[in-house]
């Protein structure tokens, strides 16, 4: 076979090509830190590095959502904790105002130190995040949690019930705050009963008022009616000579409660007291009810008790209802708060649980992808190395062979 000059020059340059292609591909490689430059190079290990860059990218986003679920939990378990002291204050000066010694004075001063606690818990109820949202309005955290009615002097709610909720693991999404209407508003007041009222007799004075509220807090729970009113009404009826029977809507209760009906003497009840007046009482009744449950927010109670507190004429059984209520409706709410930081204490320790499991997800993945892609840093040296050798040996025998032709030898 006979060779030709352009046989001879292409060979010579395809040899430079290819080595020059070689050496190339492992700088590529040093420089993109993988031996995987195309799919087409390893196929299955291809596939499998870009299903790990997937979940790499995933795990990262879920870090970055437990991050920000946890510095808002935080910011809310600090409003909580702070509201929570507030209210202990205003639960210590309601039972200091119950000091049958304080004078006007004394409950002025109390109502001014009640006031600057209403205002501190309103504004720790209306507090904004980083972002300018208010933390307590659920989905409209654009309007403000709460906000004074001038015309009723009540607190109002102006959010919804909605929670934020954010994703930290493929199964797991958590909320990163709490309704303010759950906290706050749907607080349960006092369970309380109508003010009695004499049906019949002679009676010329009756009274029903709560004188153990959690004995009467489990009568009322275990017996109120919601679907028949009417099963809310309760009769003392007094009969000849000196009895007395306490009925349900007209119905003898069971078993029956009976007794001897003196004139002014107590007549306990369910954690209620029951005094009827009048000497010629007997035969008669007396009615009262169970009152509706309500709900009421801390501001409003607060700010009712302050009236209560900077009135000089309100009667004392009136002002130990307002003490009364206050408390339960203080208690009630520190309750809510209670509950509230410990379901945010336990999604901290949630999140610290996936936070860290999802570390650990990263650092095999990243291993296995290394395994699978990552370039051996010697090999490739290594292989630059030759190819540079290589280059220069093509390069000089390819110098020197297309350079020789017949007119060299007639010289």
């Known amino acids: 076979m006979r060779l030709s000059f352009n046989m001879k020059f292409n060979a010579g340059l395809d040899g430079i090509l290819n080595t020059q292609q070689k050496m190339n591909r492992a700088q590529d490689q040093l420089t993109r830190q993988t031996r995987i430059l195309t799919p087409a190079d390893d196929p299955a290990a291809s596939a ?6 997937q979940n790499l990218e995933q795990t990262a986003q879920y870090q970055s959502n437990s991050v920000l679920l ?51 818990l309103f ?12 933390i307590f309005s659920g989905f409209q955290d654009s309007n403000q949690s709460f906000v004074l009615n001038s015309a009723t002097g009540v607190y109002e709610f102006k959010g919804d019930d909605g929670q ?44 029903v008022s ?3 509220q959690s004995q009467f807090d489990a009568f009322y729970q275990q017996t109120y009616d919601r679907l028949t009113p009417v099963n809310n009404n309760f009769n003392v009826v007094l009969t000849a000579p000196s009895t007395y029977e306490i009925q349900q809507n007209g119905n003898p209760l069971v078993p029956p409660v009976t007794g001897t009906f003196i004139p002014d003497a107590p007549i ?18 007396v009615d009262f009810s169970l009152q509706a449950p309500q709900k009421k927010n801390i501001l409003t109670t607060l700010g009712e008790f302050v009236s209560a507190l900077e009135n000089p004429a309100l009667a004392d059984a009136a002002f130990d209802e307002a003490i009364s209520d206050t408390l339960t409706q203080v208690t009630s709410a520190a309750s809510k708060v209670d509950t509230t930081m410990s379901s945010i204490g336990g999604r901290i320790n949630v999140l610290d649980s996936v936070f860290l499991t999802n570390e650990d997800l990263t650092i095999n993945n990243k291993a296995y992808r290394a395994e699978l892609a990552e370039v051996d840093y010697a090999a490739a040296l290594t292989e630059i190395t030759k190819q540079e050798i290589a280059l220069e040996a093509i390069s000089s025998t390819f110098t020197r062979v297309s350079g020789v032709s017949l007119f060299d030898y007639l010289r």
Do not use: H, W
């Open 210 to 212: 709560v004188t153990n």
């Open 70 to 120: 946890k510095n808002n939990l935080a910011l809310e378990e600090t409003v909580l904790s702070n509201i929570r002291t507030s209210i202990d204050r205003a639960r210590v000066l309601t039972i200091a105002s119950a000091n049958g010694t304080y004078t006007s004075q004394d409950k002025q001063a109390v109502a001014q130190e009640l006031k600057n606690i209403q205002t501190e």
């Open 48 to 53: 499998k590095v870009l299903g790990l860059n």
């Open 123 to 134: 504004d720790l109820m209306n507090t904004r995040n980083a972002e300018g949202g208010y």
């Open 164 to 207: 934020k909720a954010l994703q930290i693991s493929p199964t797991i999404t958590l909320p990163g705050n709490d309704s303010g209407k759950a906290i706050f508003e749907n607080v349960d007041a006092r369970f309380k009963t109508s003010a009695a009222m004499i049906v019949a007799g002679g009676a010329t004075s009756a009274q």
């Open 268 to 285: 306990e009840f369910n954690g209620l007291t029951i005094k009827i007046g009048g000497a010629a009482a007997v035969p008669g009744r």
